[in-house]
Each structure stands twice: as C-alpha cells, then as structure tokens.
C-alpha cells in the first residue's frame, strides 16, 4: 500500500511537504513518481525519483518549485513544494513503477501501483 500525506489548504507563494510511505513494498527497489489531477483536467506527471535518488526528472511547469527526495531508510518518499499557484491545485498521488528508473514511469500504459491521492488547495 502506499499512503499519500501532507497535502491542506494554502495561500499563494506557500509551500507543502508531500510525503509517500509504504507498507508491504520496499520502496528502495523502485522509481517512484509525483502526478497531480486538477478538477476536469487529465492526470499529469510531476516529479520522478529513481530507485537510487540520483536521478530526478520534473515537469516544466514545477522545475524550480518542487522538489523530490527519498529516504530509502524511512521507506518515504517526498515532494517539497514551494511558491504554490492556484493552478497546483489537484489531488497529488504517488504511483510505484516496477523498475528502478524513471524512463518510462510517464508513460499512460506503463503499469503502476497508485496510492489513494492527497488533496492540495491553493487559494487566497
């Protein structure tokens, strides 16, 4: 299972720690991928960490603002998010691909596990 957590409600220019954890996986194995569903748009990809951390890939329209990490030890990956828009606002869910790297994680027909989604609003 992975379980999402961190999201709320905040002001514009605001930040948030994202956090997935997992229970019965071994997080260490895998990349593990950010994306985000906004109200009446398709699910989009944020954020990729591969099973080591040493490789990051991140959309255009977050690089500079977010920031994905992972602690193998705490079976925890992360997703830093500063200078919240209001157009960050979507439910974010983590998602496990079965593969230690992030090349194909974006793609729609790539199987993923998917956690259940945490909601981030951004709003003044």
């Known amino acids: 299972q992975l379980v999402e957590s961190g999201g709320g409600s905040v002001q514009p220019g605001g930040s948030l720690t994202l956090s997935c954890a997992a229970s019965?996986?071994?997080?260490?194995?895998?990349?593990i991928g950010w994306f985000r569903q906004a109200p009446g748009k398709e699910r989009e990809g944020v954020s990729c960490i591969s099973s080591s951390g040493l490789t990051t890939t991140y959309a255009d329209s977050v690089k500079g603002r977010f920031t994905i990490s992972r602690d193998n030890a705490k079976n925890t990956v992360f997703l830093q998010i500063h200078s919240l828009k209001p157009e960050d606002t979507a439910v974010y869910y983590c998602a496990l691909d079965w593969g230690p790297s992030c090349t194909e994680i974006f793609d729609e027909g790539r199987s993923k596990f998917w956690g259940q989604g945490t909601q981030v609003a951004v709003s003044s």
């Open positions: 019965r996986f071994t997080l260490g194995y895998y990349a």
